[in-house]
């Protein structure tokens, strides 16, 4: 007996591992239309029913027949608390056993445990070969048509008395029973002219329990395993083809909605493969590592990659934020059920997750619903993908828990929903495709037509527009841009790019700053074409960003206000009081009225300069007029210097090019310098000027010297120039404290008021529009000299009272210095004597002195200052005679010119220290501080004079280089 049950657990699975499962796979996959025929005569296998023959009513007539039905012929027990034994199910009462007329009867699951009777009769005139055995025995396979019970037992009475029990449920291995298959099978051997009572004991826990029982002969079970894996094949056929298909898709258009909908597919086919079983044998290395626990972890795992190609397909994100947030709750409530599943019984997991199905696919379909009713076309697709599906599961969940009518055709309807589902969501994401394609295409002609409206907009627009790329150079202009910069066509502009943008921007830096803010970069400026035409014009710009907030380009337009201006200009004369309100004149108003009054200062002094110079020229002026005019020209000559350095101060400020430095400076010496000239003027004014330090001084501070001295002449000269009567005080003192030097200048003027002092330190003053005066701009140069050397001036005043102006400079100063006069209190100084103005002193020198230089009045009048001396000159117009002189025969002084045609003085300087010329170089500039004259020193140059030249600077460097002994013979 145990070599024939081997032989046939043998055939039956070499049948199923060798070929059948993977040949009806294969097709399966050809025969794609023909798979829902078969489905359906599946359904028809499942409800297959014969007539038997009976003894009685009660016992099953084994014959000729392979298949016998035996549900409608068994007795059933209900052991509520699953504690009866065969001899007690045995030796009680008929009448306990209930019997059973109905093909496959429903009870409930739970706790309770199922025994069923089944009597079973061998007749000894079957007609038939009953076996090749001596013993007349056949083999018969007991099928409980129910996957995966937890309990299934056969007791089967045995000769020496009592039963022989075998087991095939979920907690037997499934490799351990005697047929391996998912549902419950037995061997049974069967002796011609027997009867026997055989007894199966059935437990499915919390799931309701199909009692459908039936015996097969090994041949024709093997033939019903076949044709089952057949229609498994063609399942998991379309099953496959339909994720290879969507795959290749995803591989082509890199839409992760597909990996999902991939996903999605897998754990539904796993489904079916382990919730009915056919096939599954294939799967048993699954069974080995996740064992019970397989089907929960299959299904909660389909709803997650459901949910997320749910959400991606019905675009969830930007449907609804508040689904988007639920639809995520159960993405996580799902995943955290796929841990839970390890942990939790089997029953208990299928519970939830019979659960879940009841609450979430109805709730995932009114989604959809809401989805479609918002236009979404994707939320009707899905809605008919996804009903069958829905309805399949429903119709199981129904025949598991009792319902005659979905008994035994419950997988039929899971397959069938999941191949429609899969076939109207597969045609759909291809669909999808497709429209995507559309609407792209529809997108690509929308933004050609966008584009040649812009492009017609571009090109024929007004304003002058223009596109840049971020390192400057101009790509694209229109032909209004072209005319503004007076060319006949835009590809004559785009070739002067680089010029026409750094006429656009004039402060690339500041500008480019701006516009990476985000910012609109907007000026005004005139500019002359190529056609020679002046034009003013208007310029605003801005930067471009991507999607992401990268810039990408700079775009701007430009206005000829040309026309504009002159109307404006001619409005102006007649009704100033108008333009005065025109906020958007105003910074132009401003500009024009500085420039007024700053030529208002400059011609009054150069017009005393020309008038007296004039009357010099006059042969008749003699003595003490010309004397007089000589120091009116001499003194109108030096404001007019100190007006102009301001001026260019002022713009080196705006300009953020102006520097300062920090030396070691004695201030003590530098204010001794600073009084004699203020006590002079004062005399003249009939004030007194007095200079008080009220601390102890220290020997040396760090500061640039020539700017303190420039803050605080600027303060002296508005303190005498303001002040009628009384006295200037100039207080210097140390606060030890704020480590602060603190330098007051004191006045007895007649006092500023509040609103005046608001204004005090801005070049424009917004009374009457006007600038208040040259004294003016010297304080505001002063306030952003103080600011720029890290310190303040600070002003007090009150109307007739006089005005208080103090420079502040915070110090750090070295541990080791000398403090000046440290009594503790205060101490006043003597007054500087008064300055006679004397003659300067004109030394005698010898030898010969090189002056380059390019402007004849330079020429004549260095050369006039040169000759009292008594050296001999030599003029060279540029750098290049200066060379050639230099070749031919050494000077022992050169003065060399800066900016010269030809051949500048640096070139000069570097020609000749080049081929080892030695000789003494001093450059001219009107410019003491720049890259020029640091170019110069590191030449070799031994310094540098500034223009206009100081007579005693000069005589200094003449007398150092040219004194009798020095010069070269």
């Known amino acids: 007996m145990f070599n024939r049950f081997h032989y046939n657990k043998c055939l039956y699975n070499s049948c199923l591992r060798k070929g059948l499962g993977w040949w009806a796979t294969i097709r399966g996959a050809l025969a794609l239309v023909v798979s829902l025929f078969l489905l359906l005569f599946c359904s028809s296998v499942f409800a297959l029913n014969v007539d038997l023959e009976t003894a009685d009513d009660r016992t099953v007539i084994v014959g000729d027949d392979t298949y016998y039905l035996l549900s409608p012929y068994m007795n059933i027990l209900e052991d509520k608390d699953g504690a009866l034994t065969i001899e007690q199910v045995v030796s009680s009462e008929n009448d306990r056993f209930i019997k059973n007329v109905l093909p496959a009867p429903h009870v409930e699951g739970g706790d309770s445990t199922y025994w069923l009777e089944i009597n079973l009769s061998v007749p000894d005139n079957t007609d038939k070969e009953y076996s090749h055995s001596d013993n007349k025995e056949s083999v018969w396979y007991l099928e409980i048509d129910k996957p995966l019970l937890y309990i299934a037992e056969l007791y089967v009475p045995i000769e020496a008395g009592g039963y022989d029990v075998r087991s095939a449920d979920t907690q037997l291995p499934l490799e351990s029973r005697e047929i391996v298959n998912v549902n419950s099978v037995f061997p049974l051997v069967l002796k011609k002219g027997e009867s026997m009572t055989v007894y199966l004991k059935l437990q499915n826990r919390n799931l309701s329990l199909i009692l459908s029982v039936g015996l097969w002969k090994p041949v024709a079970f093997i033939e019903k395993i076949a044709e089952e894996e057949f229609i498994y094949g063609v399942f998991f056929g379309c099953m496959g083809i339909l994720m290879i298909y969507n795959i290749f898709i995803f591989f082509s258009v890199k839409d992760v909605s597909y990996v999902y909908y991939v996903g999605f597919l897998a ?341 005393a300069i020309v008038g007296y110079s004039e009357v010099l020229l006059e042969d008749d002026t003699k003595g003490g007029a010309k004397k007089s005019h000589v120091d009116t020209v001499v003194g109108n000559s030096g404001a007019l210097l100190r007006l102009i350095n301001n001026i260019l101060d002022y713009s080196k400020m705006e300009a ?139 002003v007090e005043s009150q109307l007739r009272q006089g005005c208080t102006f103090t420079l502040l400079l915070d110090q750090k100063l070295r541990s080791d210095v000398v403090w000046l006069n440290a009594s503790g209190v205060p101490t006043s100084i003597d007054q500087p004597s008064k300055r006679n103005k004397t003659k300067q002193n004109v030394p005698t020198l010898h030898g010969t002195v090189l002056l380059a230089e390019d402007n004849i009045v330079n020429q004549q009048l260095i050369s006039r200052v040169l000759k009292k001396t008594g050296v001999t000159i030599v003029v060279a117009s540029d750098g290049k005679e200066a060379c050639e002189y230099c070749e031919k025969s050494l000077p022992d002084l050169v003065l060399m010119d800066i900016n010269m045609p030809n051949c500048d003085g640096i070139e000069a300087v570097e020609y000749l220290k080049d081929r080892g010329v030695d000789v003494p170089i001093y450059a001219l500039t009107a410019e003491s501080k720049g890259s020029e004259v640091d170019r110069m020193l590191s030449l070799g140059c031994q310094g540098y004079l500034s223009k206009p030249v100081n007579l005693t600077a000069l005589y200094q460097v003449l007398e150092t280089h040219l004194t009798q002994g020095k010069f070269k013979k």
């Open 267 to 607: 754990g539904m086919t796993l489904y079916i493969v382990l919730q009915y079983g056919h096939g599954m044998l294939f799967f048993e290395d699954i069974f080995d590592v996740f064992g019970d626990k397989t089907f929960s972890i299959i299904v909660l795992g389909a709803y997650f990659f459901a949910f997320k190609f749910f959400q991606l397909f019905l675009d969830i994100n930007n449907l609804n934020v508040w689904i988007d947030r639920l639809v995520n709750l159960c993405v996580v409530i799902v995943a955290c059920n796929v841990v839970l599943s390890f942990f939790i019984s089997y029953y208990t997991a299928v519970d939830w997750v019979t659960l879940l199905s009841a609450i979430i696919l109805p709730s995932v379909l009114l989604i959809a619903f809401y989805s479609m009713t918002q236009g979404n076309v994707n939320g009707a697709i899905f809605i008919f993908g996804w009903t069958p599906n829905i309805l399949g599961v429903l119709l199981s969940v129904m025949g598991n828990y009792g319902v005659p009518y979905f008994a035994g055709r419950d997988e039929v309807f899971v397959m069938l929903g999941v191949v429609f589902q899969a076939l109207a969501l597969s045609f759909a994401l291809s669909n999808r495709i497709k429209l995507e394609r559309e609407v792209m295409l529809i997108a690509e002609q929308k933004k050609e037509s966008s584009l040649q409206r812009y492009r017609s907009i571009f090109d024929n627009s007004l304003e002058g527009l223009y596109r840049m790329t971020l390192d400057g150079r101009i790509v694209a202009v229109n032909l209004s841009f072209s005319k503004i910069f007076g060319f006949f066509s835009a590809a004559d502009a785009i070739l002067e790019n680089k010029k026409i943008a750094l006429t656009l921007f004039r402060d690339s830096p500041v500008e480019y700053k701006t516009l990476s803010l985000g910012d609109t970069v907007e000026n005004s400026f005139r500019l002359t074409g190529r056609d020679g035409i002046s034009r003013a014009v208007e310029h605003r710009s801005n930067m471009i960003f991507d999607d992401k907030g990268s810039p990408t380009h700079i775009e701007g337009a430009l206005v000829d206000v040309s026309e504009f201006y002159e109307k404006l200009r001619a409005i102006s004369e007649h009704e100033k009081e108008v333009l005065k309100k025109d906020q958007a004149l105003s910074d132009m108003k401003e500009m024009n009225h500085f420039l007024s009054m700053m030529s208002h200062y400059i011609r009054t002094p150069l017009t």
């Open 656 to 794: 953020n090019k102006f520097t300062v430095e920090k030396i070691p400076l004695d201030i003590m010496s530098l204010i001794s310098k600073l009084a004699p000239e203020f006590t002079e003027r004062s005399d003249k004014r009939g004030l007194t000027f007095a200079v008080e330090y009220l601390t102890a001084m220290p020997s040396e501070i760090e500061g640039d010297p020539m700017r303190i001295f420039q803050v605080l002449w600027n303060l002296c000269d508005n303190a005498v120039k303001f002040t009628r009567m009384g006295a200037i005080t100039l207080e210097v003192s140390w606060r030890d404290a704020t480590q602060q030097l603190r330098i007051s200048v004191k006045d007895t003027g007649p006092g500023l008021s509040k609103g005046r002092m608001e204004a005090l330190f801005s070049v424009f003053s917004q009374r009457g529009g006007a600038v208040v005066g040259d004294g003016c701009l010297g304080l505001a140069i002063s306030k952003r000299l103080a600011d720029m050397m890290g310190g303040d001036i600070l």
